[in-house]
């Protein structure tokens, strides 16, 4: 079974930077598209980011684009997510996710199978 545990969320002020990391234990998952979600409270978790399991090709949110770089390690089993330029509206727990089931990426997140407990990233203004 695989696990993803994510690491390297905290505070920071606006326009501050943060990497979160997302290693995976239990299966390999460098043949798999992965992505990175974001939940702030009262709010349905939203699409962030998501990666070819190449690592070629990438695709990001309008609101987070040009500011957040999202990459992986797959010897390391590891996905990361650069973040530039914080925001206060990024705050929220940040969760990475596995797509086991299928080739392609998806801004969709039912269709990942396999998600990490989250990271939570509060940027003050």
């Known amino acids: 079974q695989v696990q993803l545990v994510e690491s390297g969320g905290g505070l920071v002020q606006a326009g501050g930077s943060l990497r979160l990391s997302c290693a995976a234990s239990?299966?390999?998952?460098?043949?798999?598209?992965m992505g990175w979600f974001r939940q702030a409270p009262g709010k349905e978790r939203e699409f962030v980011a998501t990666?070819?399991?190449?690592?070629?090709?990438?695709y990001y949110a309008d609101s987070v684009k040009g500011r957040f770089t999202i990459a992986r390690d797959n010897a390391k089993n590891t996905l990361y997510l650069q973040m530039n330029s914080l925001k206060p509206e990024d705050t929220a727990v940040y969760y990475c996710?596995?797509?086991?089931?299928?080739?392609?990426?998806?801004?969709?997140?039912?269709?990942?199978?396999?998600w990490g407990q989250g990271t939570q990233v509060t940027v003050s203004s």
């Open positions: 239990g299966g390999t998952v460098s043949s798999y598209p």
């Open positions: 996710a596995l797509d086991r089931r299928s080739l392609h990426t998806s801004m969709d997140y039912r269709t990942y199978d396999y």
């Open positions: 990666i070819t399991w190449t690592g070629d090709n990438t």
